[in-house]
């Protein structure tokens, strides 16, 4: 089990081993969840696609132009909860 000194300010820093673990990147978030018996979940927070935004996509309301074989790509990963 790993330990972590807090700071004054209230503030852990977590340790390499344990973002490579959750498989965060610099910039990227971490959720906590509140659990009972003053226990927390911790895991990598992952960015959620909105169907507002693909549909943007299609409709030319973005700059953004995808291919259909990256459209195809996106629907898969998210089938297979790679993104």
């Given amino acids: 089990?790993?330990?972590?000194?807090?700071?004054a300010k209230g503030q852990i820093t977590l340790?390499?081993?344990?973002?490579?673990?959750?498989?965060?990147?610099?910039g990227e978030r971490i959720e906590f969840d509140k659990l009972p018996g003053g226990e927390l979940r911790?895991?990598?927070?992952?960015?959620?696609?909105s169907?507002?935004?693909f549909l943007g996509l299609l409709a030319d309301?973005?700059?953004?132009?995808?291919?259909?074989?990256?459209?195809n790509e996106a629907a898969a990963a998210g089938w297979s909860g790679e993104k």
């Fill in 1 to 7: 089990m790993t330990s972590l000194a807090v700071t």
């Fill in 15 to 26: 340790k390499r081993d344990l973002l490579q673990h959750l498989g965060i990147k610099p």
């Fill in 42 to 49: 911790v895991r990598a927070a992952r960015p959620h696609g």
């Fill in 51 to 53: 169907i507002e935004g």
């Fill in 61 to 71: 309301k973005t700059d953004k132009a995808a291919t259909l074989d990256e459209m």
